[in-house]
């Protein structure tokens, strides 16, 4: 059972890493997966082309929260080129415990909204028009 | 909360149903599989199973204008499905049951066929909260389309529905209730017999979704007095690709088909195309002859259990189920806390995780439940909840099964710490 | 009449591949069933059986929204096979793939959805007399709605496309060519990579009905050129109930959705919805996953068989077929005499004896074959006959199969003293 | 082979009965089978509640020309009555031969186009507004 849930994954959960509001943000990206509500806000701070701070606000699984939470503690300092290098694998790798296919999502929404961020985007392209 | 079940017929064979079902003694992670997702799909006997071999062995052939023998058995096989169906439904008719792939379609039929051509500007669609999206955003694309209005009626702090709101709202006028008998969200049962007389006295057509319904009851479409019916097959140990649709011969009748090519046809020329007569009429192209053969033998089977038998069962489950799970600290049950007009529908969330952890919690442990929006957004926003996890019984569930679910939910805190 | 062919291939295993088909070693009647009708629908093999078999029996559940093992291999499973069919049509993204439940409702699916919102008063619609009332009716309804106009080409004597006139027709300007990739009744098969060039060139789209051809030779959607393509699974080994419509990433993302409801959508807001991605958003409520995953293990056969060996199998059966049959007093083949750009269909009638009644008495004998107008009254009315006998072959079928057929022409004639 | 096209079907079928246009026809009623191509007309010509002479023109497959030549041999004489009264088992019996579930159709056309004629229909109740 705890192969998941390891101590460190939840110590994240409970204890988000740069968590809430970032004074001053260059770059923010909201996304979400509304299928199962998860709601994630990523928020860097570029300068010269180096993340000079990076913050989350999010609610939502344990995967998706502790996921994002890694992934702030990760990026900081970090050039903008290496952030938009970061691939969902490396993700996957970096959380260090097995993904079910059907999680997946829950586990990457911290990558796309901070990929979002570091392309400066307003939202996925194709995913503009999508409502009607 | 002390809810009890008072049997009105003799207890189901379960263990017996059970060998009927093999994917039932299978294991994950070797651990025996407990499956609580039957309002996503049900598992499938093997006289199910057997009916749709049997077919592509013994004498598979495009069905209705075969004149060979293959074709005339499969032929006879696919009708006499349909007439089973209809007997289920205690429909006036065979010519009343449209196969189709599954509910949605259903619902989709309905509103490109008959709506499209009845629904005008201005007209009024009363439906409700409890809608599954297969009967709310077909409506709802339907009255943006031509201009017409959808009004939404409400549920109680236990999951009924606001029976003096939705009376009020049919009496402002409506063209068209489209009502879930039974909510696949929190297991409500509506009654839609009484609905659909209001409906009908202010002159609007009533579509009933009873994809909960039709596995789970006794339904009989000219006692609920509905215009239209629509269920899946796979929801009621048939093969997905089955589902019907119910109507009263006299809007078949007057409506255009939804879908157009071969067998839907009595007469084609360049310039003109005369319908074939009903069903056949809204039945396009080759059937789902195999998947429809097995809604047949998933009929008989639930008729030989008995689905008041079946009913039955489940709601004893849900008896026992409530006051052991509503007893833990930190769990919120959704939905009707009594077992009158309910099914063996549980949705519940504990506090502090998240019910995609609880879901995966639960699989570890090889118990199959459902989390998330089940099809049933507007419903959630209603809860103030993002999603809710969900366990749903079926004729093959057993106490014990109800047991692990509390042991799990229990493993779940503690991996939580909550 | 003199055709030969040239085998480019190894022959077939048919011995080997008939002992994959159940169906075909049975009887009807204490005699071996010759099955001739495969244009209508094909038999199908232990593989494709088994495979269905096997999600009922080991790990079924609604796909999609599972978050548990069960639900998460049977969706793999489902995703898999939409990724086989993909590769199989050569298409650059399996997000093109959207699984219908048969051809008609592909063409439907495009006609609702880019039809209606792309088809305009006055605005022609080119289609040829070949087509199936599948890939002719729905155009033909959807330009009486929207006040377009249907322009039907015509054939010339031995059943190919009268090519001028298409060209005349495409010339005088086009909003959408629909045609028959292959005739189902006649076995003509279309040159539809020039004639999709031509009809790009006055930028009209192009929908192509590939019912006859996806299961009987290599298809490649990015040679063909075409913008929507569909065909059913049950003609090619698969179950009744599976079939794709294949169609451009750019037109696609830009359509409406078709059916509305579950899976098909992202987010449902009682006032709004937005849809899901490609190909989801056409796949409303729970998919035929069993009937898909059936269609994967048909395309993993035929792949594995190779449907050039399987095309050339079916022209040499014709090869053999033609001579013989052409050379019995009062039977009249029609569509093409010889084996260039066809496929195995053979269409004869028999001078003095109605197909009916030739059907009949072929079905006396357990040789299955079609009577009647096969879904192409268009053509029979071109043909200037109320219907034709149809002998359709596949990769099962045999010499013998073919001497089987000529000899009861024989008898009938017999019979008939004709 | 023989059980169904036995000689007298045949012989029906090859030289029908009453065939052709009936001269002062009082009923007449046309029907079809478009799935294949069979077209039947019967012609009645009643007086004082008695069919005096029935005729029909069709054409189609042995089965629907032979049960449509029988059935006229069998209804002439008999008063209006009894003629809307034949029902389909009656006519399938006369016949005289298995007739397989997809060919009832053709079975039964002239039957379909007697009771039309015996009733006086132009078209079948709930078959006028068909076409669209
Ligand atoms: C050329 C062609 N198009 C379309 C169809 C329709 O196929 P389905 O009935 O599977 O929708 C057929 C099948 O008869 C066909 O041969
Ligand atoms: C109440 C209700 N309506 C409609 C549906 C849609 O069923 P299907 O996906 O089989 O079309 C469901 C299934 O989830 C349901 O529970």
Redesign the interface.
Known sequence: ?????RDYI?DHYKNPRNFGELEGATHTYHDSN?????EMTMQLKIDDGHVRDVHFVGK????SQASASILTEEVKGKTLDEVKAIDRDHVLANLGIPI????VK?ALLGLKALKGAAWGLTAWP?EEV??? | MAVTVKPQTAPLDVARIRADFPVLSRTVRGKPVVYLDNAATSQKPRQVIDAMRRVFEEHNANIHRGVYEFSERTTAAFEEARAKVARLLNAPSEREVIFVRNATEGVNLVAYSWGRENIKPGDRIVTTVLEHHSDFVPWQQLAKDVGAQVVVVDIDDEGRLRRDQLSAELRKGAKLLAITHTSNGLGTVNPVKEIAAEAHAVGATVVVDAAQAVPHTPVDVQALGADFLVFSGHKMLAPPGSGAVWGRTALLEEMRPFLYGGDMISRVTVSMTEWNELPWKFEAGTSSYVDAIGLGAAVDYLTDVSLERIHEHELSLVGYLLPRLGEIPGVTIYGPKTLESRVGVVSFNIEGIHPHDVATIFDREAVCVRAGHHCNQPLMTRLGVPATTRASFYLYNTIEECDALVRVVHAAKKVFGV
Chains 1, 4 share one sequence.
């Open positions: 059972m705890d192969d998941m849930y939840l509304p299928l199962c509500g998860d939502g699984c344990a995967i079910s296919p059907a999680r829950c194709g999508k409502a009607k």
